[in-house]
């Protein structure tokens, strides 16, 4: 048994030997030399107890090759475990209790796993060796003298490998040779892990430039030949054991991981009163440190990964591309046009501090999207909008642009935007310390609109869509498409006339830029006194506002007027009941007219049920008058049903929220 153990490290041995002679003619009498002190540190045969058995650190380190030579080098006994000791079962299997020192003795549980630490220890130092002082080394050397790539590839590929290279072979593996070999007079090891952990810190560097370290490797293997050649020979050779440099390069990332888990199993097999339970618990926390500092630089990669794989879909535009940036959220969503009638497709990006609008690209060559605006999340604003026609949509309001958004498929997705903007927001007023509790006061509703009247020209408004209008919101006069055209507000969204937008006034987010504004805006904006002539004139009875009724109504919704009181088409009207007037209907060509088309008092009316062959349409009649309409659903004409009874019967609401049937 004892003559296989040893021919199975002489062959272990001999395989970094090759590779030593293949690096340089003085690396074979080093091997040779090194070769007769090699003794296997975990499962060595039992020998006669003496002082002159006990090694030295002269013998771990060698000094006869480190002193002159500059950086001491892992001697042939760090060297021997290099082949196949990585998974945790081989180290296992080499200390079992039937290998261990003397027939019917074991040795404690904590000190196998102290054992196992320092045999992977040792492999892991060959493999940091192989990295080092092989492939860099030898890559450094090929750039300076073919001049074929650079040096700085080299040095960004292996990062900060030399240093993790020294403290290793210098410093914890030396302390863990030391410790187990005086095991029977200090059995312990946290003091030791305790004193080495903070250093572990400087894998956080390695770790996350690891990403990048591959793709500048696989980028100039495939674009040098002699740089791919030095790899390949040393690949090849049996010290690499027929394994590639990336494999080899992954051995740092994983180590710390592997510390955390011995660590933890040397705790656990602790016996309560041990002397060294309090120091393995502390090293085991500061273990557990280290590995969150690499976890987080892992992190912190995939994070500024992800966010130029962002920038390059965005075409790298230099406004936009900036590291500290965080992507929140992207994803398509549907824009709501003031003019088309049917919604267009658009993809957002929201980051921390702004967010994108842009377009797909047809050709997608290069970047995917185009930038169409940029709204800072700092004063942004997002609300749900209450539209029958849009499901699911929500209003983004910025100082740069306002925009009608849709959820492409739920309400689910709705709120899920509107959450991430919502939290972007609360993040950035919280930084900036500006955020303070809205005040609730009996007057709520009056300050919101002063709010709103103070922000007049220092935020992008809402457009009103063309087509929830008929007429102008200034002057009532009704649109044609000759002598009456539509035009929009840019500093309070109203679809206007041309007579009552003719005006101009500078608007700070449009950096201060003249634009066409309403009479109101004007005034408001500029100071300026109107002509008389251009005054408001007395409000009619029918010149109520839709929109502020429709938010304030008992029963709201759009009616299909059936007969020919409406006329031989059949219109569809925005029909509203308000709260503050119950009694009577109103009938708006669309929600956002400043005028009702018609009224009709419905106390004393009789409603009952139309025709039999249509379940959707009602009627009203009183004294020779009759109303018939039809609605989009038999629960929506139930709900009007029961709401012109009541307002028929001459009842009133008592309260806020009593008799409310709209949706």
Partial sequence: MEGASEEKLVSVSNLVTAFENSR??????????????????????????????????????NPEETVGSGPRTVSRRYLSSLKNKLSSGAWRKSCQPGTSPGPGTQEPEEKR????????????????????????????????SSKAFPEDVV?????????????????????????????????????VIQKLAPFLKMYSEYVKNFQRAAELLATWTDKSPPFQE??????????????TLQHHMLEPVQRIPRYELLLKEYVQKLPAEAADRADAQKALDMIFSAAQHSNAAITEMERLQELWEVYQRLGLEDDIVDPSNTL???????????????????????????????????????????????????????RELTDAEFPHSFLVSGKQRTLELQARRSQEEMISWMQACQAAID??????????????????????????????????????RDKMVTMCMRCQEPFNALTRRRHHCRACGYVVCARCSDYRAELKYDDN???????????????????????????????????????????????QLVGDKWGKSGPRGWCVIPRDDPLVLYVYAAPQDMRAHTSIPLLGYQVSSGPQADPRVFQLQQSGQLYTFKAETEELRSRWMKAMERAASGWSPRGPNDGDLSD
């Avoid at 020294?166 to 059995?187: C, G, I, N, Y």
């Avoid at 030095?230 to 394994?243: H, M, N």
């Avoid at 993040?427 to 709010?451: H, M, Y």
């Fill in 513 to 559: 830029r003249p634009n066409r504004v309403c009479l109101d805006c004007y005034t408001f904006l500029t100071g300026n006194v109107l002509p008389e002539d251009k005054e408001d004139k007395r409000r009619g009875i029918l010149e109520k506002g839709s929109m502020a009724w429709s938010e304030q109504s008992l029963m709201c919704s759009f009616l």
């Fill in 427 to 464: 993040q950035i007023e919280k930084r900036n310390e500006t955020f303070k509790a809205a005040v609730q006061s009996p007057e709520g509703d009056t300050q919101e609109r002063e709010l709103q009247s103070e922000e007049l020209g220092l935020r992008a408004p809402q457009w009103i």
């Fill in 155 to 191: 040095r960004l590929i292996f990062s900060n490998i030399s240093s993790i290279y020294l403290f290793h072979v210098q410093f914890f593996l030396p302390e863990l040779q030391r410790r187990l070999d005086d095991w029977s007079a200090t059995p312990r090891i946290g003091d």
């Fill in 230 to 243: 030095v790899i390949t020979r040393i690949q090849s050779s049996e010290a690499s054991g027929s394994l």
């Fill in 328 to 382: 929140l959220r992207e994803g398509p969503v549907f824009k709501i046009s003031f003019r088309r009638s049917d919604p267009m497709e658009r993809y957002l990006f929201l980051f921390n501090n702004m967010l994108l609008y842009c377009v797909p690209r047809v050709i997608q060559v290069g970047a995917h999207f185009q930038v169409r605006t940029r709204i800072d999340v700092a004063g942004m604003k997002v």
């Fill in 113 to 144: 796993i102290v054992q196992e630490l320092l045999e992977t220890e040792q492999a892991y130092v060959a493999r940091l060796h192989l990295l080092d002082q092989v492939f860099f080394q030898e890559l450094l050397r090929e750039a300076r």
């Fill in 24 to 61: 340089s003619p003085g690396a074979a009498r080093r091997a040779h030399r090194l070769e007769a002190e090699y003794q296997h540190p975990g499962c060595r045969p039992p020998q006669p107890a003496g002082p002159e058995e006990k090694p030295n650190m002269g013998e771990t380190l």
